[in-house]
């Protein structure tokens, strides 16, 4: 179990911009692939974006590509989460999650059978 730690929720206005971090307590993060996933209320979890630690290959979900970016610090062993261009839509509960690749597939996975360690969540709620 990977212990990760989110940061960064709040109350934004649309068009408004926001930083998630993602805080992974593990040896190296390089081995692992980190996702966003989002919750709101009454809708089911569903993948915002990831990031293959190693290469640094990337999933959007369409209705945050052009505003959202996810990026990483291996020594750090944080992943960021820079939200741009905020909607009323998009708020929900942000998750971390993490992955440990067996394999290295030419699409990163971001899905959520895929990831095994889940943070806390982080608020984040964008009204006007």
């Known amino acids: 179990q990977v212990q990760l730690v989110e940061s960064g929720g709040a109350l934004v206005q649309p068009g408004g911009s926001l930083r998630l971090s993602c805080a992974a307590s593990v040896f190296t993060l390089e081995y692992y692939t980190i996702g966003w996933f989002r919750q709101a209320p009454g809708k089911e979890r569903e993948g915002v974006t990831c990031i293959r630690s190693s290469d640094g290959n990337t999933y959007y979900a369409d209705s945050v590509k052009g505003r959202f970016t996810i990026s990483r610090d291996n020594p750090k062993k944080m992943v960021y989460h820079e939200m741009n261009s905020l909607q009323p839509e998009d708020t929900a509960v942000y998750y971390c999650?993490?992955?440990?690749?067996?394999?290295?597939?030419?699409?990163?996975?971001?899905?959520?059978?895929?990831?095994?360690?889940w943070g806390q969540g982080t608020q984040v709620t964008v009204s006007s």
């Open positions: 999650a993490a992955a440990r690749p067996g394999v290295i597939t030419v699409q990163v996975i971001c899905v959520i059978p895929h990831f095994g360690s």
